[in-house]
């Protein structure tokens, strides 16, 4: 069996326009209160990949454990074995003020792009603290 290629959500808005290497993530969000954390995964990745986002149960995600990234927030991630055309992405919006101090609000996307990659490439491209999910992915397939 091959390295399973790792779907990534890039951070939509201004901020993380330009940046590429370090700036991409597994797709998550802020658990509700009371909301059970694989109920939380799956509701986010629907909202971040939109109505071609994979159809998925509780039982289908493989827990990778939790990671705290150095701005200190806690991030909880599972994998599942699924398929995503990263073309039918559509992901919920925020407003923003943007220019900053102009006055304007402006709608962006929460995540601009989605793209599968191999390990290696997805280690590289994710915010650094989860790069570790990567390898706990492989330690799973690998048995």
Request: proline share 9%.
């Amino acid at each position: 069996m091959g390295l399973p290629e790792v779907l990534l959500v890039h951070p939509g808005g201004p901020f993380w326009a330009k940046k590429d290497l370090g700036a991409w993530s597994a797709p998550k969000g802020e658990i509700d209160d009371g909301e059970d954390p694989r109920a939380c995964a799956l509701r986010e990745l629907g909202e971040e990949l939109g109505p071609c986002a994979p159809a998925l149960d509780a039982g289908d995600l493989i827990e990778l454990g939790s990671v705290r990234q150095k701005s200190g927030k806690v991030v909880e991630c599972w994998a599942a074995e699924a398929d995503f055309d990263p073309a039918g992405l559509e992901s919920n919006t925020f407003a923003v003020e943007w220019p900053p101090r102009s006055g304007i609000e402006r709608e962006f996307p929460e995540v601009d792009r989605a793209e599968w990659f191999d390990p290696d490439t997805a280690r590289q491209k994710l915010n650094p603290a989860q790069a570790d999910f990567v390898d706990r992915l492989l330690d799973q397939v690998r048995g």
